[in-house]
């Protein structure tokens, strides 16, 4: 795993960690609100993409390569996420950009007019959980590649009626539903079905949708 330090603005840096691999399609994953590209939620996708033979690179977003505990604005998210293409197409060429809940979210916004071939949202935060009246959804019709929202079946982030109304019905969305997953992926245990198993079948997803775009 090679580590780097990126200049994304005057005198403002951040770390990525870029596994490298075959091919000329590679992943930039970014992460959510509360965690970082090494936490378990991030590394656990950045890891077994990379063990399928995916080139990927994660990156930390300022306000955690700064040692601060909230997030930055959305435009600061944005103008960071921008540069880290910029920096991820000299290493893998073309980029889809990929990310857990706020990350995903983020992604989505750079994708309408950023020079990537595709957006992947893990645990995509619709609205806020018991605020259904603040969707996150304007941009998504505006989105012109392809776009993999993969959601979990207890995510109190995702409210199916809203999700049928303004993103499953959408040309270029494709929907996977990870079956007792809630936001941070967790199951059950009367499911059968362990986190791991459910990573697992969030990346094969992945690797499905990439071969396909």
């Known amino acids: 795993m090679e580590r780097h330090e990126v200049e994304w603005a005057d ?3 951040t770390t990525t960690r870029f596994i490298p691999a075959d091919g000329d399609l590679g992943v ?3 992460h959510g609100a509360g965690s970082d590209q090494d936490h378990l939620l991030n590394a656990g996708i950045r890891d077994r993409l990379a ?3 995916i080139p990927v690179m994660s990156f ?3 306000y955690k390569a700064e040692g601060k505990g909230r997030p930055d604005r959305a435009e600061v998210l944005v103008s960071c996420h921008r540069a880290l293409i910029d920096h991820a197409m000299e290493k893998m060429g073309r980029v889809v950009v990929a990310g857990r809940s706020m990350g995903g979210r983020i992604g989505t916004m750079v994708a309408v007019d950023a020079p990537v071939v595709g957006a992947v949202a893990y645990a995509y935060p619709l609205h806020p959980p018991g605020r259904p009246d603040r969707l996150r959804v304007e941009h998504l019709p505006d989105i012109p590649v392809p776009v993999l929202m993969v959601i979990g079946s207890r995510d109190t982030f995702v409210s199916d009626d809203l999700y049928d109304e303004h993103v499953r019905g959408l ?3 494709t929907t996977k539903v990870l079956e007792g997953a809630d936001h941070g ?6 499911s059968g079905r362990t986190q791991d198993e459910v990573f697992d079948e969030a990346v094969e997803a992945t690797i499905e949708w990439l071969e396909r775009i």
């Open 185 to 190: 992926w967790k199951v059950l245990k009367r």
């Open 28 to 30: 930039l994953l970014s």
């Open 60 to 62: 930390d977003y300022p």
């Open 51 to 53: 063990d399928r033979g």
């Open 171 to 173: 040309p270029n969305v």
């Open 11 to 13: 005198g403002r840096f």
